[in-house]
């Protein structure tokens, strides 16, 4: 049974911490960056469902209800990022967004399942106890990967990262609450929640490891070549996932604890320079760093809100940051080359938060008058900078701050140095970066369409478009079917049930026939109509007279609508103009003959062998006493068998939607 | 298509009276033949006849919402009938929940599941023919 039982730990709580309070600092910014009343009645309430959900990722327990809430993150940024469906890159990049993480998704499902199987829970609380059976069962590994990948496509790793820059085209308080802050961080949270089940799993490090430090210098060398401020600041983004899944993987115990350091600060400090760049973006109306400049002399309080922001990101002591990288330089201090490639790694992510906080305001060619912004969307990044300064002293670890001069600290100041090099000179040094105009997603897309290509020319192969064909194809393979599986003896026989006079059914019978062979012969399609019609109420009559009054109206209603759409399609043809040739017409009369025939002896041999079943003496026992109804048709529909119910009410819905997309191209055809 | 007087005036008269029967036959289908199928069917119906006699148009305004927004609210509760055994009564999501109400009797979760099955039929109907209606008119 699926229960909503939740499992809280300080990691649980530390990201339900970070989840609520940036959500209420994001939701003021909103309030300041969106003016239009109809776009904050959009951004409100997918934005609150959305940090719902993300709660539900972080606290569930029962891992099917994790997996929906997982998903649901993902639905809720599609909405989010194309929040002006108009864009066509909005769009781009939202879907990109939602295939990416949903097929991740499919694979976390596939590994919950495996895992059940091997252990018989969906508690994850019980299955952290059931360590030695997984790593024991020959699927672990298995598990391991598929766990691996949702959580690298949720995060962002190399080769999934693409979706990351592209979902900067959403609204900037968007940006900053879920690529920032949370959603991304939902595959961390996963990796570093399973990492007690995988520990004598060397892939799952090696992954991680492999993979996260990757990312890491791929990304911090590729931000600092971007144009656009955002895009800067989702490359650093990025960089930063890749920092910390490698740390997870490392599975030392040091680093556990740097991540979560890094996991609080890069969340404080990311979340307010996205918004410090929405802020210019507000004011400039451009994000493009080629075309800002000069900004000092009109707005001089966001000047310094980007050099304090700019402190805090690049992690001078005291602030929070300076306390993660030092944790993180001494939990991998035992090797060489990884302090080598987080020197670099550091150094270019904190030259990328120069150029994302300084640049506009340096002195150029370009002469740009911006206003200066208001109070309220200023509030929320000056919180955070705040916070990042104070929560050092404030959560009690001021003696951490200071080891004494060692290794790390030195690294740590001569690639705050280098950073600052970097941004005096990033004009020469960019010109020496390889891959710094790769873009992953338009391989991605040109992957898309040739999928679709592909698709297409298989769907013109298969479907003619001739509706006789598709009728000639089911009625034949459902004949050719049957007749396979035809019983060896001989079931049928003749048995009169029913109080009904036999005459009352010959008249029906003669008046379907009757219908049946006007329709045929009518020259008029509205005829045509009518006369099926007819039949169909005859069908009506007849489940009437045999004790089915449900099916009786529904199929009297069904055939009523029926007869008003065919006559609204047909009603502009006056007459037939096309009428099969003689061979066709022989066919077909012959093939439906002979379906019609089979169909009939199949239900009459159904009828006949009644079989064990238990089912009807189940639901007259338990109808009225268990579920408070007289008419089981109706019960079974509602209550027994609702969950196939509300699957075929979903159906509709869905065919609704290919309605209306069915009528606008037409329209569109038309004009 | 221009509707005769008989059919207006008929369907004044009908109109009202086929969307009471189809709401009486949602209700009584738990106890005998009827049920949200039927009952949506049938108010699709009385839609779709006062739009023949009306236009689409003025049967769009008599339904007040858009079509789409009844299959909505129809899909709400029906999955949201199924929340209430999960939460309040401790149960299995989509198990039935039954109480007693006076003046009416007993009343419970398969009630709503049904009201939006019916919701969500009438929807369709209403949706898909006025949409035909409108592309034959044009």
Known sequence: ?671 | MNPSLILKAATKFLFPIIIIVSLFIFWRGHNLPGGGFIGGLIAGCGFVLYALAFGVTEARKRAYVQPTTYMGWGLVCAVGSGFFGWFLGQTDFMAGIWGEVPLIGKIGTPVLFDLGVYLLVLGFAMHLLFSLLEESAS
């Open chain 1, 1 to 671: 049974m699926i229960s909503y039982k939740l499992f809280l730990d300080q990691w649980s709580m530390t990201f339900v911490a970070l989840i609520l309070g940036i959500g209420l600092l994001v939701g003021i910014f909103a309030l300041g960056y969106l003016h239009d009343n109809s776009a904050r009645k959009k951004f409100f309430p997918t934005f609150i469902l959305f940090a719902l959900s993300m709660l539900g990722v972080v606290t569930f327990d029962h891992l099917i209800m994790l997996f929906i809430a997982w998903e649901l993150t993902s639905i809720l940024s599609f909405f989010l990022i194309s929040f002006d469906p108009e864009d066509p890159k909005a769009r781009r990049g939202a879907l990109h967004a939602a295939l990416i993480t949903g097929a991740g998704g499919l694979c976390m499902l596939f590994a919950i399942l495996l895992l059940q199987n091997i252990t018989g829970t969906f508690s994850l609380q019980e299955n952290l106890q059931l360590v030695d059976k997984i790593q024991a069962h020959p699927w672990a590994q298995l598990i391991a990967v598929m766990f691996f990948i949702a959580g690298a496509t949720k995060s962002a790793l190399f080769p999934f990262s693409f979706w990351l820059p592209g979902a900067m085209t959403a609204p900037t308080p968007v940006s900053s609450y879920l690529h920032s802050a949370t959603m991304v961080k939902a595959g961390i949270f996963l990796f570093y929640r399973l990492s007690p089940l995988f520990l004598a799993v060397p892939l799952w490090g090696n992954l991680l490891v492999g993979f996260g430090l990757l990312t890491f210098v791929w990304a911090a060398i590729r931000s600092f070549s971007e144009d656009d401020l955002k895009g800067i600041l989702a490359y650093t983004t990025v960089a930063s996932l890749g920092l910390m899944s490698f740390l997870i993987g490392t599975q030392k115990e040091s680093a556990m604890v740097a991540v979560v350091a890094f996991l609080i600060a890069h969340a404080l400090y990311k979340c307010g320079l996205f918004q410090f760049a929405g802020i210019i973006d507000h004011q400039a109306h451009t994000r493009k760093l080629s075309e800002l400049g000069n900004l000092s002399a009109s707005a001089p309080k966001l000047k310094w809100l980007g050099r304090a922001l700019a402190f805090v990101g690049m992690g001078i002591i005291p602030s929070y940051a300076f306390l993660a990288k030092e944790k993180i330089l001494m939990s991998v201090d035992q090797s060489f080359w990884m302090l080598i490639l987080l020197f670099v790694g550091f150094s270019f992510m904190g030259a990328a938060i120069l150029r994302v906080c300084l640049a506009p305001f340096a002195q150029s060619q370009k002469a740009m008058k911006v206003e200066e912004p208001g109070f309220l969307i200023t509030l929320s990044p000056w919180i955070l900078f705040v916070i990042s300064l104070l929560l050092v002293f404030v959560s009690g670890k001021t003696k951490d701050l200071w080891h004494g001069i060692n290794l790390e600290l030195i690294l740590s100041l001569l690639s705050v140095g280098v950073a600052v090099l970097f941004y005096l000179f990033a004009q020469k040094v960019i010109r020496y970066l390889p891959f710094s105009r790769l873009e992953g997603a338009r391989y991605f897309e040109s992957g898309l369409k040739w999928h679709f290509q592909k698709t297409l020319s298989l769907t013109r192969l298969l479907q003619s478009g001739s509706l006789r064909q598709y009728l000639i194809v089911i009625f034949v393979a459902a004949a050719a079917l049957m007749l396979w599986h035809w019983p060896q003896q001989n079931v049928m026989h003749w048995h009169w049930k029913g109080a009904t006079s036999q005459g009352l059914i010959v008249a029906l019978a003669a008046v379907k026939l009757f219908a049946m062979w006007w329709m045929i012969k009518s020259e008029s399609p509205i005829t045509s109509v009518i006369s099926l019609g007819l039949i169909g109420y005859v069908v009506a009559i007849f489940f009437a007279l045999f004790g089915a009054p449900d099916l009786a109206m529904t199929q009297f209603a069904v055939e009523t609508l029926s007869v008003f759409l065919f006559v609204f399609v047909l009603k502009d043809v006056s007459r037939f103009k096309e009428r099969s040739s003689p061979a066709h017409f022989a066919f077909d009369v012959v093939l439906s003959v002979f379906a019609g025939v089979l169909m009939f002896a199949v239900t009459w041999m159904a009828i006949q062998t009644q079989g064990e079943s238990r089912l009807r003496d189940f639901f007259a026992q338990t109808s009225l006493l268990e579920a408070n109804g007289r008419n089981v048709v109706n019960v079974i529909l509602v209550d027994y068998r609702g969950f196939d119910t509300m699957g075929e009410i979903s159906v509709l819905g869905i065919a609704a939607i290919g309605v209306i997309a069915l009528l606008k191209i037409q329209k569109g055809v038309k004009k």
